[in-house]
């Protein structure tokens, strides 16, 4: 079975600097997918970047970027000019097989964030 | 467009109660997950629906049950509630639940905060 480990409970980042968030997978698969999502203290989750096991290129969107490595089974975010409203809790997710061809995303245990002015 | 609209927002039960969740997908979405949400166990996959079908379960007793009406909404059902079932309980709509490897985003409701007194 899948698994997602994001090691870090919690991180703090001054206001305007970079932070990166752990994490790490382990599948069996070949091709396979992995998000992030973005929860905020309204509870919602916010999708973020998806990153695919065969694109070429690291995925960005605005100011998240993945750093991808597969070899280590990696998909670190990285989160430049973190601001205010970046403070919550961030999942590292990836999707599993289910029976029929079907999936369901499995989630890492969560890092909590906070930026600090 | 409307976002997934998850009601209520909280709800407070008794031991032995019993409760339905409504969750509201995004206008074209034909697939609806559910997913729990507790400090301990983290999210896990609740169940799945798909043009009114449950095509997949997760690993929960029979006491929660679900469906999907014809206009994709969905509702969850938990009976006789224990108070292990305190959680933030989760619905996600995407266009069709998406193949393993599709970068298919799941967009996910604010959630029903339940607490079983």
């Known amino acids: 079975a899948q698994k997602i480990t994001q090691t870090q409970p919690g991180m703090f980042v001054q206001e305007k600097e970079a932070v990166t968030l752990d994490c790490t997978y382990d599948?069996?698969?070949?091709?396979?997918?992995l998000f992030w999502y973005k929860q905020p203290s309204s509870g919602e989750m916010i999708f973020l970047i998806y990153?695919?096991?065969?694109?070429?290129q690291n995925a960005t969107e605005g100011r998240y970027s993945l750093n991808f490595q597969k070899a280590r089974k990696s998909a670190n975010l990285v989160i430049s000019a973190s601001q205010l409203g970046d403070s919550a809790m961030y999942f590292c997710a990836m999707r599993e097989a289910l029976s029929g061809g079907y999936n369901k995303l499995i989630f890492g245990a969560g890092t909590r964030l906070a930026v600090h002015p | 467009k409307a976002g997934v609209t998850q009601t209520p927002r909280y709800l407070i039960k008794t031991r032995g109660q019993q409760v339905t969740l409504s969750c509201s997908p995004i206008?074209?979405?034909?697939?609806v997950s559910w997913y729990q949400q507790t400090p301990g166990q983290g999210l896990q996959f609740l169940f799945e629906?798909?043009?009114?079908?449950?095509?997949n379960k997760g690993n929960f007793p029979g006491r929660f049950s679900g469906r999907q009406f014809s206009n994709s909404r969905s509702e969850m059902n938990v009976s006789t509630l224990e108070l292990g079932d305190s959680a933030l309980y989760l619905c996600a709509s995407s266009l069709t639940g998406g193949k393993l490897t599709t970068n298919e985003k799941l967009f996910f409701g604010s959630g029903t905060q339940l607490s079983v007194l």
């Open positions: 206008s074209g979405h034909r697939s």
């Open positions: 599948t069996s698969d070949q091709s396979y997918g």
């Open positions: 990153q695919g096991s065969y694109d070429e």
């Open positions: 629906y798909f043009s009114e079908t449950q095509r």
